[in-house]
């Protein structure tokens, strides 16, 4: 951003930074230490404007000039880059060397030697291994080349910068007034602006969430804020969901990846409130700050994490006095002050609540003397390690209680039970049992229990979590006449708001809408169900609510690849049913939570469940009988080894899927319901696997048409793939990639992102096979990428599984690959096979290598790391090869001939030949090139004859 002051015009951190083609955190680095050259001492001029800190064009220039000074003397010792120039030529490099992305002995190499230049200006240094630096110093790697690597490098450091700044994520909790913490504010400003990682720590309502987010403010390093309240994440799934739904919100593919690639800054906010556990939170913070990635972390506890080696450590102390003093009343007389602020003792929450406490009473006086005569609640002070049930903050917040009605009291035990807060959008207050929400929401403002923000054209009403845990507990022990009530109801209106946003968004055509508010609302969802799940045993509803909030919820736990936490919540609501004494319900519930058991790798729990469904007591019903059999199927399926598979097995999950479609349609007095649908596509499935597809079709086409009008967009698009596999195993190619088209498109949309890149490599696979089908248009770039991300996201998955040094890894893994690379290059976009090539070299081919020994490393690694390598360069190689047709050499369709006969096997070479031949013949001019002719051409290498296609002339 451009400030305009007279005479002069002004950058922000971030535009300087793009100007000078360096992070922010260098460029407060300049503006903050002292440069040391031969000619003198400088440092980069800054101006603050209005509490910000901005930079003048013409002392940038000036300051980029003068970093060209010698460092040292002719003659004289040399001087090393500075640790803070050489922390932003890693981030530069993506944490390993520049030209070749190995991430061992990677060292700073001068671009024009420091023996002439004298120069560490930071434009001057790249990033080399040992092995490129020494053939950069003998000259086999030119000046040239390096000059334009670190061309490209700064440019993209400028890109991410400019990314990031117009970049937002989700909602932030509202900015209060910071009081008394301008030592800790400037602390945590250059935290920011310098390093990594950063803890906060100190008690709770301490203000370690205002400070933060003042910190970022004012640090404005051009860091987007990813939000991450810990208390919302139950679990590692759903930490992992969550920075997942931030990072979608950015772009398609590996969350790290997306969210380095705008420089977010994740705060974790309130570790000690997660269920997640410490463990999954050092996991992630590790992930997050790795070499490659330029990502910062914040981290707000209420205790120390040995576990975790943060770069800074910010410990909140009380406030003093004076600061304390801002907060009550300026009518207080002395002593009264003094009792107050002995009682709050620094802490900003309960000295804010104190006077509220006084306003309430309209006495200082009187406030001390309640508080005072309450001996039975000894006052602690809130300096300790960790707030407890008997500090200065519980007495205060207990009187502040006592204070409300029970309306008042019954609304704020409502708000304790959102963790994400109440989005005013989404529910009207008067549904949770508010009949006078302005008023009562007002009141609760005033005594500082709650908050509210902006949150689209309405209201975000959030709680803190100190608060949070005392209503509850407070509440839940005196609880006010008709809580029992308002507990089923506000159950019952979370519980239908979350089923309006499943039937009516994602399963009523505004899918992507519907998935992204049920982001934002899961918490909340699994917050009332932990609620309902409690009472269930005293109130009959809620039990029913519980299976109700987890039958509206499975669209949402497949498509998200929240596996983990749908089979929690299945889980809990089957055994609920189940001892409630409802036996078809369980059932439902325990089929649910088979598949997706199926879906997270988890056959003992699919198994598992199989023998609880055995188990209950379900009689003659057709309808359960045909639920259980489907179930048996499944397992019967799932147990067989896709090598091992007989007719016998085969045919015995065959028979259980059709008795089952039998019962369901008997149980529907002959109609086909949506789970009579669902047992077509079973049967399907188990004839497509069994490579059976003349049988499997019409049981496909008869299913999606049911499932299209139930409006299931997720099993219509895998029935529509399987049917693309099926026409393709029947080689009727255009309506295979008719039918993988159409699914790509349904798994876009719900952002359901492995069965996207499924639908779109058995798609690439299809139009290297048979040069006469086309690509759909629907398949766009958009698409293309996403199905990039979610392919190389599999193998990062994949990759603790992979022997190293090695050479065996999932065939699959190379086909999804493979048929990326042929709908990118076949659609002529140079760009998705960029960033395919970066991410299979950055987050795999590297990944690997660093896992092998030395001696492997440095003869190019094992067979699996060369592997993946060479797939990253032939993404390269194809990305740089110029449009023009007649343009390609004879040296350049060699190297992609030998690489297709080399790195494949099978008929998947055989398939990529096939692929060369069409992309060739299609993009390059080569027209009517047949595959036998490259292989011909490839097996004369082996006979000593040059590689020649005889019907074209190549340069």
Request: hydrophobic letters at 45%; proline letters at 5%; one cysteine or more.
């Amino acid at each position: 951003m451009t400030v305009k002051e007279p005479g002069d015009e002004l950058l922000d951190p971030v535009a300087a930074a793009i100007r000078l083609g360096v992070t922010p955190e260098l460029l407060f680095h300049y503006a903050s230490r002292d440069t040391r050259t031969t000619l003198g001492t400088f440092r980069l001029a800054s101006r603050t404007v209005g509490g910000r800190t901005l930079f003048s064009e013409p002392d940038l220039d000036a300051f980029d000039e003068r970093l060209s000074e010698p460092r040292s003397e002719p003659g004289a010792r040399r001087v090393d880059c500075e640790a803070a120039v050489t922390a932003h030529l890693r981030v530069e490099a993506g944490g390993g060397c520049a030209r070749c992305g190995r991430g061992v002995a990677v060292e700073n190499a001068h671009i024009e030697p420091y023996s002439s230049s004298r120069s560490n200006h930071h434009r001057n240094v790249v990033r080399l291994c040992a092995v490129c630096h020494a053939e950069y110093d003998r000259g086999l790697l030119t000046r040239e080349e390096v000059t334009t690597l670190k061309h490209v490098l700064v440019q993209r450091v400028c890109d991410r910068l400019a990314a990031g700044h117009s970049t937002t994520l989700r909602e932030l909790p509202p900015r209060a007034r910071l009081h008394g913490r301008a030592r800790d504010l400037s602390q945590l400003v250059a935290a920011l602006r310098s390093v990594r990682s950063v803890v906060v720590r100190g008690v709770g309502g301490i203000g370690k969430t205002q400070l933060v987010l003042h910190g970022a403010n004012a640090a404005n390093t051009g860091r987007p804020l990813v939000w991450v309240p810990l208390e919302e994440c139950g679990s590692e799934a759903l930490l992992q969901a969550y920075v997942a739904a931030a990072a979608a919100k950015v772009g398609d593919g590996d969350p790290v990846s997306v969210l380095s690639g705008v420089r977010a800054c994740v705060v974790l906010d309130g570790v000690e409130r997660g269920g997640c556990g410490l463990a999954a939170v050092a996991d992630l913070v590790e992930r997050l700050t790795a070499d490659g990635q330029d990502i910062q972390v914040v981290v707000t506890t209420q205790a120390r994490l040995p576990e975790i080696a943060f770069d800074a450590d910010l410990p909140l102390a009380a406030l003093d006095r004076t600061a304390s003093a801002e907060l009550l009343p300026g009518d207080v007389d002395q002593i009264d002050r003094e009792d107050l602020l002995d009682i709050g003792d620094g802490h900003p929450l309960t000295l804010r609540i104190l006077a509220a406490l006084v306003r309430h009473l309209g006495d200082a006086s009187a406030a001390v003397d309640l508080l005072k005569a309450r001996r039975n609640h000894p006052i602690e002070v809130p300096g300790r390690a960790a707030q407890g049930p008997r500090t200065s903050l519980d007495l205060c917040l207990s009187v502040a209680l006592e204070a409300l009605s029970d309306r008042e009291q019954t609304s704020l035990w409502v708000l304790a039970q959102l963790p994400a807060g109440l989005a005013t959008g989404l529910i009207n207050p008067r549904n949770l049992g508010m009949d006078d929400a302005v008023t009562t929401l007002a009141t609760l403002r005033r005594w500082h229990l709650i908050e509210d923000q902006p949150l689209w054209d309405e209201r975000l009403i959030t709680m803190l979590s100190p608060v949070r845990d005392f209503v509850r507990r407070a509440v839940e022990t005196s609880p006010p006449a008709g809580l029992g009530e308002v507990r089923v109801g506000v159950a019952l209106c979370i519980a239908g708001m979350v089923a309006h946003l499943n039937e009516r968004l994602i399963h009523g055509g505004e899918v992507r809408l519907g998935m992204r508010l049920l982001d934002r609302e899961l918490p909340n969802a699994l917050s009332i169900l932990d609620l309902a799940r409690a009472g269930s045993g005293a109130e009959p509803r809620l039990r029913s609510l519980v299976t109700w909030l987890a039958f509206s919820l499975q669209t949402y736990f497949f498509t998200s690849g929240a596996f983990q936490a749908g089979l929690d919540v299945m889980r809990v609501a089957a055994d609920l049913a189940t001892a409630a004494g409802e036996p078809f319900e369980a059932l439902e519930l325990l089929s649910q939570l088979q598949s997706l058991a199926g879906r997270a790798n988890r056959p003992d729990l699919a198994e598992a469940a199989l023998r609880d469904a055995r188990k209950l007591a379900i009689g003659d019903d057709p309808r359960s009988r045909g639920v259980l059999l489907s179930m048996e199927a499944h397992v019967l399926h799932a147990d067989e080894s896709y090598w091992a598979r007989d007719d016998t097995a085969t045919n015995a999950a065959l028979e259980a899927a059709r008795r089952s479609f039998d019962l369901l349609v008997e149980a529907s007095d002959g109609k086909i319901t949506h789970r009579a649908a669902l047992s077509l596509l079973q049967q399907a499935c188990l004839l497509s696997d069994a490579r059976r597809p003349v049988e499997a079709l019409p049981l496909l086409d008869q299913a999606i048409a049911h499932l299209r009008t139930a409006e299931d967009p997720i099993n219509t698009g895998a029935a529509l793939q399987r049917r693309g596999n099926c026409m393709a195993d029947l080689r009727r190619p255009e309506e295979a990639m008719r039918s993988y088209a159409e699914s790509a498109v349904l798994f876009h949309e719900l952002e359901a992102m492995e069965y996207r890149s499924n639908a779109l490599g058995e798609a690439g696979l299809v139009l290297a096979e048979h040069p006469e089908a086309s690509c759909p248009p629907e398949i766009g770039p958009e698409i293309i990428v996403g199905g990039i991300d979610d392919t190389v996201d599999r193998v990062v998955l994949a990759l603790p599984s992979v022997a190293v040094p090695g050479n065996d890894w999932s065939h699959n893994l190379t086909r999804k690959i493979c048929g990326m690379i042929v709908l990118a290059s076949l659609s002529a976009n140079a760009d998705c096979l960029s960033h395919m090539a970066q991410r299979l070299r950055l987050d795999v081919a590297e990944a690997l290598m660093a896992r092998e020994p030395e001696q492997s490393r440095q003869s190019g690694g094992s067979i699996v790391t060369r592997h993946f390598g060479a797939l990253a360069w032939l993404c390269e190689h194809l990305a740089e090869l110029p449009e023009e047709q007649g343009c390609i050499t004879v040296i350049e369709v060699e190297s992609l001939a030998v690489l297709v006969e080399v790195v494949f096997r099978g008929d998947l070479r055989d398939q990529m030949f096939g692929w060369l031949a069409r992309y060739l013949s299609e993009r390059h001019g080569l027209v009517g090139l047949r595959p036998g002719e490259l292989r011909a051409a490839v097996d004369a290498i082996g006979f000593g004859r040059a590689f020649a296609l005889d019907r074209f002339d190549l340069a």
